[in-house]
């Protein structure tokens, strides 16, 4: 089973750009779904990108809300995910989760068996 281990996250102005990574440990990484998720206080988790597994096509998701903005990638010779994150809002503010299920993205936060600890995210307007 895979862990994970985010980082990247910090503290910028509106209009910044960040880039988050996600270490992975772990043999499955590469058969894997990898998604990012974020979560601000009061509110409840939610969808921000996913990318398939290479044997699932490596196909890529986003929410609405960051398409065009952000951008989920992966590398499976470093089990490493990255999401990077321009233009970026007050509305944005969350801690941000990587997290890992079997192939195929799922928008479903229950669906994913194993996350990392998270990195925290704060626009400032």
């Known amino acids: 089973q895979v862990q994970l281990v985010e980082s990247g996250g910090g503290l910028v102005q509106a209009g910044d750009s960040l880039r988050l990574s996600c270490a992975a440990s772990g043999r499955s990484f590469s058969i894997s779904a990898m998604g990012w998720f974020r979560q601000a206080p009061g509110k409840e988790r939610e969808f921000v990108a996913g990318i398939s597994s290479p044997r699932s096509g490596g196909r890529l998701y986003y929410a609405d809300s960051v398409k065009g903005r952000f951008t989920i990638s992966r590398d499976n010779d470093r089990n490493a995910l990255y999401l990077q994150m321009n233009g970026l809002k007050p509305e944005d503010s969350a801690n941000y989760y990587c997290?890992?299920?079997?192939?195929?993205?799922?928008?479903?936060?229950?669906?994913?068996?194993?996350w990392g600890q998270g990195t925290q995210v704060t626009v400032s307007s």
């Open positions: 997290a890992a299920r079997p192939d195929v993205v799922s928008f479903r936060p229950s669906e994913y068996v194993t």
